[in-house]
């Protein structure tokens, strides 16, 4: 191995070397960026559709034809509108420098709220001891805490989704191990399948893929990733169409499953809950937005790159979720399976399912990286301000193989030490709690609203002194408001399911 500081420059001048590191830096010093429209549109998508995608049919179901449809149009046209607001903060308004993260853009575009024209008012007509409880009040209100509150929110639910993806992956990875037992040993066997061995498995994996050095080099990742998306999806939407033309489709209605033998007013209200959040955050990325903006190239504008992949990936993430919860709903009417690839059985044709849980395996292990790169990084950069001399932290040493060993690959202890424990900590998490996927929608349903709408409408209301009761004010706080209470409802769900969960709750086992 051989330090970065070790290199042999012979034959080149000192000038030329200056002039080819200065080509290499960005704007504010850091390594140059290479990303374009679509390699954000591949982080994107990767970022949205996930296994997820095959639980709209169950959603469209709860809902109905009508509701449904327009639950999913609804919560598209909210995800495009708040994100195009997110990504006019990526600069910030004064210095107009990069903000790195979400909490960065939080801090920079609402915690310099102007409290001193409210203590120059106290001043003339309070005593001395207002003026200085006001002044404290707003000076934490204003400041530290909307940048803590949004960072406990963000790294909450992307530590959420990595442990999530863990358990999900091992899902579909038991699920073909099941699938080729039914095919060989006949379908009257139980062919029952622990789900333990495939979560460490994809610890393992993950391991050595986290110590990919930071967002700007997993575009390949992402883009196989997204193609896996769109290979799943279009398997499930392919056998729900295939039932519908063949006349085997079952009954739907306009308003969804209905009240009655089996099913109460109560536990219909529960499910819609459920099926709104399960549409809402379907469509979330916001808490990696930023993130992805920031590996833009500064021209043309990011602002203006991030809005045109917003379009992209929401519209094909959009016209995807359409045909999986329509044609899903469509094939197996108002008792769609809460994932529409279990629904076709684990029998015939086995091969196609079983294609289609390893693209889910491949994407999940590449959004697995997405979700995970936010979390390495701030602990990383916060190390890195702390002690910036030390070799531990800050030296890469190159690894490669004869001539190329300059060029293959570069391994940093802190990097190394630190994401493989996480990776660790992360599957021994999805070990003992199996049932986190329902932890995981309570996350889901606590970052929605503030990470995908609140934030986002108070930085543009903030940046463009948008007058309070005038129109646009009420417009974005009506969004506000309804997002809200969607946010609340789907969180009574999800805390219905954990209660579920608990009562059955065996850690370490988990079968099939």
């Not at 990504?87 to 915690?111: E, F, I, M, Q, W």
């Not at 279990?342 to 091969?351: A, K, L, M, Q, S």
Request: aromatic share 14%; proline share 3%.
């Amino acid at each position: 191995m051989q330090g970065f500081g070790d290199e042999n420059f012979e034959g080149e001048s000192g000038l030329e070397i200056q002039k080819a590191a200065n080509a290499e830096l960005d704007d504010d010093g850091k390594p140059s960026r290479t990303g374009n429209l679509w390699t954000a549109s591949a982080h994107i998508i990767t970022a949205i559709i996930g296994s997820g995608v095959l639980s709209l049919a169950w959603g469209v179901a709860q809902l109905g034809w009508i509701a449904g449809v327009a639950t999913l149009v609804i919560f598209s046209a909210i995800t495009l509108y708040t994100s195009s607001l997110l990504a006019d903060c990526y600069r910030s308004p004064l210095t107009g420098k990069r903000n790195y993260t979400y909490k960065d853009v939080v801090k920079n575009n609402l915690g310099s709220m102007n409290y001193y024209y409210t203590v120059t008012f106290i001043y003339y007509f309070g005593d001395f001891f207002e003026i200085v409880i006001l002044f404290v009040c707003l000076k934490i209100i204003s400041g530290q805490t909307m940048y803590v509150a949004c960072a406990m929110v963000q790294y909450a639910n992307l530590c959420g989704m990595v442990v999530g993806y863990t358990i999900t992956a091992s899902i579909s990875m038991a699920a073909i191990q099941k699938s080729d037992c039914f095919h060989r040993r006949g379908h009257e066997n139980s062919c029952s399948v622990s789900h333990n061995p495939y979560m460490i498995g994809m610890g393992i994996l993950e391991i050595f893929l986290s110590q990919i050095p930071n967002f700007h080099k997993l575009s390949m990742l992402s883009v196989v990733a997204a193609i896996m998306s769109f290979a799943y999806s279009s398997i499930g939407v392919g056998l729900a169409l295939a039932k519908v033309i063949s006349g085997q489709g079952e009954r739907t209605t306009l308003t969804g499953v209905e009240v009655g033998i089996g099913l109460s007013a109560a536990e219909k209200t529960w499910r819609m809950f459920r099926a709104f959040g399960d549409i809402a955050f379907a469509y979330t990325y916001s808490q990696i937005l930023v993130e992805i903006q920031d590996t833009l190239k500064a021209t043309p504008p990011e602002n203006q790159v991030m809005k045109k992949a917003n379009i992209v990936a929401v519209s094909t993430t959009t016209a995807f979720y359409m045909m999986c919860g329509c044609f899903g709903y469509a094939a197996f009417g108002n008792n769609a399976p809460g994932n529409l690839l279990t629904g076709f059985g684990f029998y015939e044709p086995f091969w196609l399912v079983d294609l289609a849980n390893a693209c889910i395996v491949l994407h999940l292990v590449g959004a697995y990286q997405v979700f995970a790169q936010p979390v390495f990084s701030a602990v990383e950069l916060r190390a890195n301000k702390k002690w910036p001399k030390s070799n531990f932290i800050t030296r890469e040493y190159k690894i490669g193989i004869g001539k190329n060993r300059n060029k293959f690959t570069s391994v940093n202890l802190m990097r190394l030490i630190w994401r493989s424990s996480f990776v660790i900590l992360a599957t021994l998490f999805a070990l003992i709690l199996p049932f986190f996927n329902d932890i995981l929608a309570f996350l889901g349903a606590m970052g929605y609203w503030p990470l995908t709408v609140y934030f986002p409408i108070e930085m543009y209301i903030a940046k463009n002194k948008i007058k309070k009761w005038s129109r646009r004010w009420l417009g974005l706080q009506l969004i506000n408001s309804v997002c809200l209470l969607v946010a609340v409802a789907a969180g009574c769900g999800s805390i219905q399911g954990l209660n579920k969960a608990l009562k059955t709750y065996k850690p370490f086992q988990v079968k099939e």
